[in-house]
């Protein structure tokens, strides 16, 4: 089954076209990748789907658990799409640099409170017990990902791996079914690489996650990806499973930018 | 949860300092109160409204990261709002002189404590309108708003004859305002700024300073997060200028000049934008030290008459001393931190360290 699909995806900056005609079709459970040369519209892509953009024309459907229909997500505000199921990472590291580790794990649970601001000020029992169970939820997710003997730590002073499994951490609080992971082997050295392909592994099964990444490191993709989805110029090239796609002569072309009649 | 539960004898013992500390300042407001001259009086409780009216800016501003320049707007809202509703009925013929008031407020007197807090939401429900439209843009908009608002309700108060008595102002309002009253609202709004910013939605706002993106992207609604504080911060401003209508006795228009904003984003930005504690400290420091320059204010006999010392001049020296902490002390007295006795301790502890090397190095040189 379909967890999430994009039909006929453009989006547009006055004239640039950075994505045109997205079709992806993502399953329940498996882990699906987008890559392409840089600047070919996967950044762009994600933020269609989460929210941060309006695409020009086109759908994006979300199918979560909970519900028997699609639910039409196109254009939602980020915080409801959020709400609905899909959590994010974001290319650059966006953590709140002065907050620490729990407090940045902590906020992605806000969207769940169910007492109102006067009920936090008066530290209701209802407010009590709803903080309680978000600190509980964090503290094991943080000790779930190896996080928990940092969590007072401020977050701008963690190792650039930890922030990025941070980033992650954060994004699996907000309870998601379809997590997307812009670059998250972005500026590893090939051992740090291994051990994040192991991680994405545990976090998938532990958390019952679908996956749908960017990422520049192909042998990362090649071994984790069910499905990879090829961009070129806002296009969609190619899509198929990795050895469809090692074997794609367009792919080839707009990695290696072989001449059309060579 | 359990765990959480604390026994009294256990929460005296991990407080006494809190404690004690509370109990020597309601010592200090009794022996203010009783033995301080009206002078002094006055200035002490200017520092508590300062400090309410900052606190709430900095909810705003500093944990929020919105800019908003209404505060004198607010404190107006809530002045006016003290002073239309308590000056007693059979005075208001005298202070409405040139217009009468209008009938359906006329006859209307309510207790103090109720034109408080009515006046506090009041307050609340314009920066509701202000920020309807202000709040779901990114960017400067806020301020540039805030800022008019805060001019035109000034104006509005200028014009509405019948129920603000126009430029005259109100005269005769009750004088309720004293030490107890100004130090315990305070006291409550500080107490309730504290639980607010360390619950799950001052961390929302806190998210909504560091980074908006990722905070949406984290399920947080922008636009109801930044209402919620800023509506707050208006309630607080609200109920700080009623308090300030029922020190003085007297409201006019003039009181509410844009300038007076500039007293309280002084004092957030050298307190430090998010901190508690440092927006408490600097209001006393920037109160009392608008007082004490005023000397600056009045020509100066040193045989020679120096031009500069004029009225108006003690304001120039705030705007250099607001421009230096700008340019070199960024993060203000605390920055982000807060004064807790933990906090002390290290800073004593870090300052005996650097006390004593630097004499170790100075003995080397010695040598």
């Given at each position: 089954?379909?967890?999430?699909?994009?039909?006929?995806?453009?989006?547009?900056?006055?004239?640039?076209?950075?994505?045109?005609?997205?079709?992806?079709?993502?399953?329940?459970?498996?882990?699906?990748?987008?890559?392409?040369?840089?600047?070919?519209?996967?950044?762009?892509?994600?933020?269609?789907?989460?929210?941060?953009?309006?695409?020009?024309?086109?759908?994006?459907?979300?199918?979560?658990?909970?519900?028997?229909?699609?639910?039409?997500?196109?254009?939602?505000?980020?915080?409801?799409?959020?709400?609905?199921?899909?959590?994010?990472?974001?290319?650059?590291?966006?953590?709140?640099?002065?907050?620490?580790?729990?407090?940045?794990?902590?906020?992605?649970?806000?969207?769940?409170?169910?007492?109102?601001?006067?009920?936090?000020?008066?530290?209701?029992?209802?407010?009590?017990?709803?903080?309680?169970?978000?600190?509980?939820?964090?503290?094991?997710?943080?000790?779930?990902?190896?996080?928990?003997?940092?969590?007072?730590?401020?977050?701008?002073?963690?190792?650039?791996?930890?922030?990025?499994?941070?980033?992650?951490?954060?994004?699996?609080?907000?309870?998601?079914?379809?997590?997307?992971?812009?670059?998250?082997?972005?500026?590893?050295?090939?051992?740090?690489?291994?051990?994040?392909?192991?991680?994405?592994?545990?976090?998938?099964?532990?958390?019952?996650?679908?996956?749908?990444?960017?990422?520049?490191?192909?042998?990362?993709?090649?071994?984790?990806?069910?499905?990879?989805?090829?961009?070129?110029?806002?296009?969609?090239?190619?899509?198929?499973?990795?050895?469809?796609?090692?074997?794609?002569?367009?792919?080839?072309?707009?990695?290696?930018?072989?001449?059309?009649?060579? | 949860?359990?765990?959480?539960?604390?026994?009294?004898?256990?929460?005296?013992?991990?407080?006494?300092?809190?404690?004690?500390?509370?109990?020597?300042?309601?010592?200090?407001?009794?022996?203010?109160?009783?033995?301080?001259?009206?002078?002094?009086?006055?200035?002490?409780?200017?520092?508590?409204?300062?400090?309410?009216?900052s606190l709430g800016m900095n909810l705003v501003n500093g944990f929020t990261g919105q800019f908003s320049l209404g505060q004198?707007?607010?404190?107006?809202?809530?002045?006016?709002?003290?002073?239309?509703?308590?000056?007693?009925?059979?005075?208001?013929?005298?202070?409405?002189?040139?217009?009468?008031?209008?009938?359906?407020?006329?006859?209307?007197?309510?207790?103090?404590?109720?034109?408080?807090?009515?006046?506090?939401?009041?307050?609340?429900?314009?920066?509701?309108?202000?920020?309807?439209?202000?709040?779901?843009?990114?960017?400067?908009?806020?301020?540039?708003?805030?800022?008019?608002?805060?001019?035109?309700?000034?104006?509005?108060?200028?014009?509405?004859?019948?129920?603000?008595?126009?430029?005259?102002?109100?005269?005769?309002?009750?004088?309720?305002?004293?030490?107890?009253?100004?130090?315990?609202?305070?006291?409550?709004?500080?107490?309730?700024?504290?639980?607010?910013?360390?619950?799950?939605?001052?961390?929302?706002?806190?998210?909504?300073?560091?980074?908006?993106?990722?905070?949406?992207?984290?399920?947080?609604?922008?636009?109801?997060?930044?209402?919620?504080?800023?509506?707050?911060?208006?309630?607080?401003?609200?109920?700080?200028?009623?308090?300030?209508?029922?020190?003085?006795?007297?409201?006019?228009?003039?009181?509410?000049?844009?300038?007076?904003?500039?007293?309280?984003?002084?004092?957030?930005?050298?307190?430090?934008?998010?901190?508690?504690?440092?927006?408490?400290?600097?209001?006393?420091?920037?109160?009392?030290?608008?007082?004490?320059?005023?000397?600056?204010?009045?020509?100066?006999?040193?045989?020679?008459?120096?031009?500069?010392?004029?009225?108006?001049?003690?304001?120039?020296?705030?705007?250099?001393?607001?421009?230096?902490?700008?340019?070199?002390?960024?993060?203000?007295?605390?920055?982000?931190?807060?004064?807790?006795?933990?906090?002390?301790?290290?800073?004593?502890?870090?300052?005996?360290?650097?006390?004593?090397?630097?004499?170790?190095?100075?003995?080397?040189?010695?040598?």
């Amino acid at each position: 089954m379909s967890l999430l699909k994009t039909e006929k995806v453009i989006m547009q900056f006055g004239g640039v076209v950075a994505v045109n005609d997205l079709n992806i079709d993502i399953k329940k459970g498996e882990l699906a990748a987008l890559i392409g040369p840089n600047g070919a519209g996967k950044t762009t892509a994600f933020n269609v789907i989460t929210g941060v953009y309006t695409p020009t024309s086109g759908s994006v459907l979300l199918s979560p658990a909970n519900e028997n229909d699609s639910i039409d997500i196109t254009g939602k505000r980020p915080d409801l799409i959020t709400g609905l199921g899909i959590a994010r990472t974001f290319q650059n590291i966006r953590l709140f640099k002065e907050l620490s580790v729990m407090e940045n794990v902590l906020i992605a649970t806000h969207q769940n409170v169910n007492y109102n601001f006067l009920s936090a000020i008066f530290r209701t029992p209802k407010a009590r017990r709803g903080e309680a169970e978000a600190k509980e939820k964090c503290e094991f997710l943080l000790d779930k990902l190896g996080l928990i003997d940092l969590k007072d730590e401020k977050s701008s002073s963690l190792p650039y791996g930890q922030q990025r499994h941070l980033e992650i951490a954060r994004a699996l609080a907000t309870s998601p079914e379809l997590l997307l992971l812009d670059e998250p082997a972005a500026g590893m050295n090939p051992q740090e690489t291994d051990e994040l392909t192991d991680f994405i592994y545990q976090i998938r099964s532990d958390f019952d996650l679908t996956i749908f990444m960017i990422e520049h490191h192909m042998d990362l993709v090649m071994q984790i990806s069910d499905h990879i989805y090829v961009l070129d110029f806002g296009c969609t090239i190619a899509k198929g499973t990795p050895d469809e796609i090692q074997n794609n002569q367009k792919v080839i072309k707009a990695y290696l930018g072989v001449d059309a009649d060579a | 949860m359990n765990t959480q539960k604390m026994t009294f004898s256990s929460f005296i013992k991990t407080h006494w300092k809190t404690i004690v500390f509370l109990g020597l300042l309601l010592i200090g407001i009794a022996l203010a109160n009783e033995f301080a001259d009206s002078y002094l009086r006055r200035i002490l409780n200017l520092c508590a409204i300062y400090t309410i009216v900052s606190l709430g800016m900095n909810l705003v501003n500093g944990f929020t990261g919105q800019f908003s320049l209404g505060q004198a707007g607010f404190m107006a809202i809530g002045a006016y709002t003290v002073a239309i509703f308590t000056v007693p009925v059979e005075m208001r013929a005298s202070v409405f002189y040139l217009e009468p008031m209008a009938p359906f407020l006329a006859n209307i007197e309510l207790p103090f404590i109720g034109a408080l807090i009515l006046g506090g939401i009041f307050s609340a429900l314009v920066a509701f309108l202000i920020g309807y439209p202000c709040l779901r843009l990114r960017g400067d908009y806020l301020a540039i708003a805030t800022l008019g608002f805060s001019e035109i309700i000034r104006i509005i108060f200028t014009n509405t004859q019948t129920i603000t008595n126009g430029a005259l102002g109100i005269k005769g309002i009750p004088t309720i305002s004293n030490l107890w009253w100004t130090y315990g609202i305070a006291l409550l709004v500080i107490i309730a700024t504290i639980l607010l910013v360390n619950s799950s939605y001052g961390r929302a706002f806190k998210s909504i300073r560091e980074d908006e993106i990722a905070a949406e992207a984290m399920g947080i609604g922008l636009f109801k997060t930044k209402m919620t504080s800023f509506m707050i911060g208006a309630f607080f401003t609200g109920i700080a200028g009623g308090l300030f209508a029922a020190l003085l006795g007297t409201v006019d228009p003039k009181q509410f000049y844009f300038t007076l904003t500039y007293n309280f984003l002084l004092i957030i930005v050298l307190g430090g934008m998010g901190s508690i504690s440092g927006t408490i400290i600097s209001s006393f420091i920037v109160t009392i030290g608008l007082e004490w320059l005023r000397f600056l204010d009045e020509p100066m006999a040193f045989g020679l008459d120096l031009p500069i010392f004029r009225p108006g001049f003690r304001m120039v020296i705030f705007s250099l001393l607001l421009m230096i902490i700008v340019l070199f002390y960024r993060k203000g007295l605390m920055g982000t931190n807060e004064l807790t006795w933990d906090f002390i301790r290290k800073k004593i502890r870090s300052i005996q360290s650097r006390l004593g090397r630097k004499t170790s190095i100075d003995g080397g040189e010695k040598k």
